[in-house]
């Protein structure tokens, strides 16, 4: 009797705001889709899902049989209005991306939480004049996918560059997906380890002279981000910095490094 | 070791803060830098979470999780600033 009294008090209080916290919610998997040989895309239902910007993360959380519990944080590859997605890449030695990427079926359920983040994000119709310079290096494309068809859905006509590093052609994300990406999108693929018989694009890794070439004059006033392994993202960011773009216009997500362990690497694809 | 950025840890900031806190600014005690959250070096298993200054990589935060108790320590940093949406 007294502890329900004390509880109406304290929940009649206005004086304190509740504190807000990210609530874990149970997302059911509504397909699967092989990107590569070791990428997955997880379609996901999420009641009571908030939405998202592009750009975003969510974090899921993994808990095993005897109650050890795994988290990682992912970019969501679907556009703002789209039922939440991500793309995980299979890491050999990784904690949760081969759960994710080979063991996880339609129909299946784990806990997520989000939508996380309002740094990397980019919203359609903030300033239609400010060319987009997307910088991804292998699996940095997810969230840059987000930003390309929340642009397509939104008929925003900002003009758009992307220069995407990846080892190979079959290691490439999104592949039929960026070559239909229509007006306005330029995609520049650039292949640091192997390259098909005839490859008219570039075959180096990104250096200040690709950037160069690549991406929009600094005077364009151009907004860069710039997703990828960490040291991917330092040499490409420093590059832009040097071609004259301000460091407040190149927004950057590291992920740590390639094809390492992933445990506590909450980037396994795409920051995450 | 291997880091990554502050994008990585939005979750665990917004269980300490209470908010979205990666595109708030924090300000180095020891060099003065000021950067958004997002920016920060990371590292997430130093044991806790680290987050270090790009600039002078000064430890900036430190957050432990013991049982169901996080523990912060923002020593390393002179200021935060974020919105109070």
């Given at each position: 009797m007294?502890?329900?009294a004390?509880?109406g008090?304290?929940s009649?209080?206005?004086?304190v705001?509740?504190?807000?916290?990210?609530?874990?919610?149970?997302?059911?998997?509504?397909?699967?889709?092989?990107?590569?040989?070791?990428?997955?895309?997880?379609a996901?239902?999420?009641?009571d899902?908030?939405?998202?910007r592009?750009g975003?993360?969510l974090?899921?959380r993994l808990?095993?049989?005897d109650?050890y519990?795994?988290?990682?944080?992912?970019?969501?590859?679907?556009?703002?209005?789209?039922?939440?997605a991500?793309?995980?890449?299979?890491?050999?030695d990784?904690?949760?991306s081969?759960?994710?990427?080979e063991?996880?079926?339609?129909?299946d359920?784990?806990?997520v939480?989000?939508?996380?983040g309002?740094?990397?994000?980019?919203d359609?119709?903030?300033?239609?004049?400010?060319?987009?310079?997307?910088?991804?290096?292998?699996?940095?494309?997810?969230?840059?996918?987000?930003?390309?068809?929340?642009?397509?859905?939104?008929a925003?006509?900002?003009p758009?560059?992307?220069?995407y590093?990846?080892?190979?052609?079959?290691e490439v994300?999104y592949r039929?997906?960026?070559?239909?990406?229509?007006?306005g999108?330029?995609?520049?693929?650039?292949?640091?380890?192997?390259?098909?018989p005839?490859w008219?694009?570039?075959a180096?890794?990104?250096?200040?002279a690709?950037?160069a070439?690549?991406?929009?004059p600094?005077?364009?006033?151009?907004l860069?981000?710039?997703?990828?392994?960490?040291p991917?993202?330092?040499t490409?960011?420093?590059?832009?910095v040097?071609?004259?773009y301000p460091?407040?216009?190149?927004?950057?997500?590291?992920?740590?490094?390639?094809?390492?362990?992933?445990?506590?690497?909450?980037g396994?694809a795409?920051?995450r | 070791m291997?880091?990554?950025d502050?994008?990585?840890?939005?979750?665990?900031l917004y269980?300490?803060?209470?908010?979205?806190?990666t595109?708030?600014?924090g300000?180095c005690?020891?060099?003065?830098?000021?950067a958004?959250l997002?920016?920060?070096?990371?590292?997430l298993?130093?044991p806790?979470?680290?987050?270090?200054?790009r600039?002078c990589?000064?430890?900036?935060?430190?957050?432990?999780?013991?049982r169901?108790?996080n523990c912060?320590d923002?020593?390393?940093?002179?200021?935060?600033?974020y919105g109070r949406?």
């Open positions: 007294a502890a329900t004390l509880r008090r304290l009649g209080s206005t004086a705001a509740p504190r807000r916290t990210l609530t874990w919610r149970l997302a059911s998997v509504t397909a699967v889709t092989e990107e590569t040989a070791s990428v997955r895309t997880i996901l239902e999420l009641p899902w908030p939405g998202h592009a975003q993360h974090d899921v808990t095993a049989d109650g519990r795994a988290e990682r944080s992912y970019s969501i590859a679907a556009a703002p209005g789209e039922a939440p991500i793309t995980v890449e299979r890491l050999d990784g904690e949760v081969p759960y994710l990427t063991e996880l079926r339609t129909g359920q784990f806990e939480r989000g939508p996380i309002g740094y990397f994000v980019w359609s119709g903030a300033n239609e004049s400010v060319p987009l310079l997307l910088v991804a290096g292998g699996s940095g494309i997810v969230p840059l996918r987000s930003i390309l068809r929340h642009r397509a859905r939104s925003s006509t900002v758009v560059r992307l220069l590093s990846a080892r190979a052609l079959d994300i039929a997906e960026l070559a239909e990406l229509g007006a999108v330029e995609v520049c693929y650039t292949l640091t380890r192997r390259q098909p005839g008219s694009g570039y180096k890794r990104v250096d200040d690709l950037l070439e690549v991406a929009w600094a005077v364009n006033e151009p860069a981000f710039v997703c990828g392994p960490t991917f993202v330092e490409a960011a420093a590059g832009l040097r071609l004259g460091a407040a216009q190149v927004k950057t997500e590291r992920f740590g490094g390639a094809g390492e362990n992933d445990s506590g690497r909450p396994e795409g920051g | 291997e880091t990554v502050g994008n990585a840890i939005g979750g665990l269980d300490v803060f209470g908010t979205e806190m595109a708030a600014t300000t005690a020891r060099c003065g830098a000021t958004q997002a920016e920060f070096v990371v590292y298993r130093a806790g979470t680290v987050a270090r200054c600039n990589l000064a430890v900036l935060m430190v957050v432990t999780h013991v169901d108790m912060v923002l020593r390393g940093l002179a200021r935060i600033e949406t």
